[in-house]
């Protein structure tokens, strides 16, 4: 078992959980390279497979992939750097967090910390960190626990949660997103009870919605820099979420928003995506004011073929400046009970701050060209492959 070093790390990680599917997709091919698929569907392989040890009792998942390298085609080369994985729930054998080479061997194994979400690399007082998310899942998705940072010698050197007092107690750290600023703060997202008149919705007047929050923490002092609160800016009726029968009490708040993404950029304002309103909006970093939004019932951007998204994650700026972007999103395009489209897809896309049009650069399909029900991530490389993440 070698213990690497972070000096190798160039990363790759999969984050929001479960990566049981992976889709190594390459700018230029994009077939499939599945290679055991047939033994994985038809449980063959036993429900999860699993890696073992002689050496350690680790556990970690048995990838399904071969490396769709083919240089003398012209086919471009993998990126570099290890896979950031942190699968959970019933299908592993072992939950948490690990870190795999190309070849899919275990490089070092992280399920000391339990279930384990929101896993890669930052950089902190400049030098590569882990950030990893641990705590408890509640049925309705969302998280309270703990982000910690482990250094190049997985030491912990810092625990923090969110620092706010909610409707009916504390609010902790949700599970979706934990980055560090280039101010080497944190951003967490948190989910948290409230009373909410649903009225609009046909809901109780007296109500309880579980509304969304972000929050940029300074860690050495736990000082909350900024404080964003979904229900003091983005009214409940700009959303999709089907209200059903909830949000007459607390156990049953209804997740109007749903936060799952926040990215902050060097103009100081944030980014930030909201599954449940099939939107991305950009926020001021003072003000907290939504400074546009793009996707859902209200975009201010005219959106152009092939780039409408819905119950979406994972929101990144590639390249920002004041008249033009490029951006990635994971559009899952359904939930569970609920489709918009065929399949889900990885998005590329350019949006023109000019005449704010939103354009689609690229489009990643899934190998199996299924729904992602929850959670999938996109990240461009720095050889401008993509590696997208999908359940
Ligand atoms: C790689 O590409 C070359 C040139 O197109 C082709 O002749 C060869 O069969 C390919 N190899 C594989 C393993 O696909
Ligand atoms: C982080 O702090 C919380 C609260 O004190 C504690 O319960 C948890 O065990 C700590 N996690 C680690 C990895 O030290
Ligand atoms: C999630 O569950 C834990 C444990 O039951 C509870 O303390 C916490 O308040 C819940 N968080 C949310 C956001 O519902
Ligand atoms: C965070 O707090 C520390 C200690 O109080 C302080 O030195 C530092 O300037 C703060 N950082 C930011 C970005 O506010
Ligand atoms: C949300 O919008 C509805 C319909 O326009 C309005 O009646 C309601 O007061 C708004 N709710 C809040 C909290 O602003
Ligand atoms: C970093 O902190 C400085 C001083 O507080 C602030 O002006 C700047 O916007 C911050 N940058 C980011 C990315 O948070
Ligand atoms: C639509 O979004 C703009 C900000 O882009 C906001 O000012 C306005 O209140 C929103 N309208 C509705 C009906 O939600
Ligand atoms: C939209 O894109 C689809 C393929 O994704 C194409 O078939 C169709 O012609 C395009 N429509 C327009 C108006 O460009
Ligand atoms: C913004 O980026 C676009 C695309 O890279 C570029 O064409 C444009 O010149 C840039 N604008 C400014 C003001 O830097
Ligand atoms: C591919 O999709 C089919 C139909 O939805 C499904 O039955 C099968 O399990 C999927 N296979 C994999 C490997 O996801």
Same mark, same amino acid.
Not at 83 to 96: C, D, E, L
Not at 236 to 248: I, K, M, R, V
Not at 261 to 290: F, M
Not at 314 to 340: K, S
């Given at each position: 078992?070698?213990?690497?070093?972070?000096?190798?790390?160039?990363?790759?990680?999969?984050?929001?959980?479960?990566?049981?599917?992976?889709?190594?997709?390459?700018?230029?091919?994009?077939?499939?390279?599945?290679?055991?698929?047939?033994?994985?569907?038809?449980?063959?392989?036993?429900?999860?497979?699993?890696?073992?040890?002689?050496?350690?009792?680790?556990?970690?998942?048995?990838?399904?992939?071969?490396?769709?390298?083919?240089?003398?085609?012209?086919?471009?080369?993998?990126?570099?750097?290890?896979?950031?994985?942190?699968?959970?729930?019933?299908?592993?054998?072992?939950?948490?967090?690990?870190?795999?080479?190309?070849?899919?061997?275990?490089?070092?194994?992280?399920?000391?910390?339990?279930?384990?979400?929101?896993?890669?690399?930052?950089?902190?007082?400049?030098?590569?960190?882990?950030?990893?998310?641990?705590?408890?899942?509640?049925?309705?998705?969302?998280?309270?626990?703990?982000?910690?940072?482990?250094?190049? /010698?997985?030491? $912990?050197? !810092?625990?923090?949660?969110? +620092?706010?007092? *909610?409707?009916? #107690?504390?609010?902790? &750290?949700?599970?979706?997103?934990?980055?560090?600023?280039?101010?080497?703060?944190?951003?967490?997202?948190?989910?948290?009870?409230?009373?909410?008149?649903?009225?609009?919705?046909?809901?109780?007047?007296?109500?309880?919605?579980?509304?969304?929050?972000?929050?940029?923490?300074?860690?050495?002092?736990?000082?909350?820099?900024?404080?964003?609160?979904? /229900?003091?800016? $983005?009214? !409940?009726?700009?959303?999709? +979420?089907?209200? *059903?029968?909830? #949000?007459?009490?607390? &156990?049953?708040?209804?997740?109007?928003?749903?936060?799952?993404?926040?990215?902050?950029?060097?103009?100081?304002?944030?980014?930030?995506?909201?599954?449940?309103?099939?939107?991305?909006?950009?926020?001021?970093?003072?003000?907290?004011?939504?400074?546009?939004?793009?996707?859902?019932?209200?975009?201010?951007?005219?959106?152009?073929?092939?780039?409408?998204?819905?119950?979406?994650?994972?929101?990144?700026?590639?390249?920002?400046?004041?008249?033009?972007?490029?951006?990635?999103?994971?559009?899952?395009?359904?939930?569970?009970?609920?489709?918009?489209?065929?399949?889900?897809?990885?998005?590329?896309?350019?949006?023109?701050?000019?005449?704010?049009?939103?354009?689609?650069?690229?489009?990643?399909?899934?190998?199996?060209?299924?729904?992602?029900?929850?959670?999938?991530?996109?990240?461009?490389?720095?050889?401008?492959?993509?590696?997208?993440?999908?359940?």
């Amino acid at each position: 078992m070698s213990v690497s070093s972070f000096t190798r790390f160039f990363c790759s990680s999969v984050s929001f959980g479960v990566a049981l599917c992976l889709s190594l997709l390459l700018t230029v091919r994009g077939d499939s390279v599945l290679f055991r698929s047939n033994e994985y569907s038809t449980g063959a392989l036993g429900f999860g497979p699993y890696q073992s040890f002689f050496s350690a009792d680790f556990t970690p998942a048995e990838w399904n992939f071969v490396v769709p390298v083919n240089e003398s085609a012209g086919a471009p080369s993998l990126s570099s750097g290890y896979i950031f994985s942190a699968p959970r729930g019933a299908s592993v054998v072992q939950q948490g967090a690990a870190i795999y080479d190309q070849a899919g061997s275990l490089v070092w194994d992280g399920s000391v910390y339990g279930q384990t979400l929101a896993f890669s690399v930052v950089t902190y007082l400049g030098e590569p960190h882990i950030i990893l998310w641990t705590g408890t899942a509640n049925a309705s998705g969302v998280g309270s626990g703990y982000n910690i940072l482990l250094d190049s /010698s997985y030491e $912990v050197v !810092a625990n923090f949660t969110v +620092n706010l007092e *909610g409707p009916t #107690g504390p609010t902790l &750290a949700d599970f979706h997103e934990a980055q560090i600023t280039t101010n080497n703060t944190a951003l967490m997202t948190a989910y948290q009870a409230s009373p909410y008149d649903l009225s609009p919705l046909d809901g109780p007047t007296d109500g309880w919605i579980l509304d969304s929050v972000m929050q940029e923490l300074n860690i050495t002092s736990n000082e909350p820099i900024f404080t964003w609160i979904a /229900s003091e800016h $983005v009214n !409940a009726t700009e959303c999709y +979420n089907t209200f *059903g029968t909830g #949000g007459g009490s607390v &156990a049953e708040a209804f997740d109007y928003f749903h936060i799952n993404s926040i990215e902050k950029d060097s103009y100081g304002n944030y980014l930030i995506s909201s599954r449940h309103c099939w939107a991305v909006y950009y926020l001021d970093g003072t003000s907290g004011d939504v400074i546009w939004s793009m996707g859902g019932k209200n975009s201010s951007f005219t959106m152009g073929n092939g780039t409408s998204f819905s119950w979406q994650h994972h929101a990144r700026w590639v390249d920002l400046n004041e008249t033009y972007a490029t951006m990635t999103l994971f559009d899952n395009a359904g939930e569970f009970g609920q489709q918009q489209e065929s399949m889900s897809r990885g998005l590329y896309l350019g949006v023109d701050f000019t005449n704010m049009n939103v354009e689609l650069l690229m489009e990643f399909v899934p190998h199996n060209a299924s729904i992602s029900q929850s959670q999938g991530s996109v990240q461009i490389q720095p050889n401008g492959n993509f590696l997208v993440g999908c359940v």
